[in-house]
């Protein structure tokens, strides 16, 4: 056994300081988060010393009261904000191609924009050597006003799909 420490006794000793640093590090983290928690009691406990128990709980509760009313006041005010972004476009999914065969570089594109009702437009921008044409098919609920190629479809499954996520 002694042969054994006189043979890896600078190793043990090094393996030691730093399992002894861990803990004092994992020591100092524990205790700041400790501190930040017992933060706000500080304050409560303040609070008690100066007024009593039965003014702090009432200050307190005044708080939560205040709190409480100032949703209940703007709570109307927070259906209408998310409302509006229901009707954002959030969703979009994109699909670059070659839609003639003398032209390369995938410059024609197909793009869905959807909002959170899975309305919005289907843009398509089909482009050639000599002319390019664009157009735009409304989506209602997911579905399309007209058929779609299959680029097409393909864009408008990844802005249903990135509104999934």
């Not at 861990?22 to 983290?29: C, D, G, R």
């Not at 406990?45 to 006041?73: M, P, Q, Y």
């Not at 410059?107 to 664009?134: C, E, H, K, P, Y």
Request: aromatic share 6%; proline share 1%.
């Amino acid at each position: 056994m002694n042969a054994f420490f006189d043979a890896h006794g600078g190793l043990m000793i090094v393996i030691s300081l730093c399992i002894g640093a861990a803990a004092l590090a994992l020591s100092a983290v524990l205790l700041a988060q400790v501190s930040r928690l017992r933060r706000p009691f500080r304050s409560m406990a303040a609070l008690h010393r100066e007024t009593g128990t039965e003014e702090s709980l009432r200050t307190l509760l005044k708080g939560v009261d205040e709190n409480r009313e100032f949703i209940r006041r703007h709570s109307e005010q927070f259906k209408v904000v998310m409302n509006l972004i229901d009707g954002c476009f959030s969703g979009m999914g994109m699909v670059r191609y070659n839609a003639f065969e003398d032209i390369g570089g995938n410059q024609s594109f197909s793009l869905g924009i959807l909002d959170r009702r899975r309305n919005g437009w289907m843009l398509t921008s089909l482009v050639g050597r000599t002319s390019t044409r664009a157009y735009a098919i409304e989506v209602k609920d997911g579905t399309p006003s007209r058929d779609l190629s299959e680029e097409e479809r393909e864009a408008l499954g990844c802005a249903i799909r990135s509104l999934e996520s």
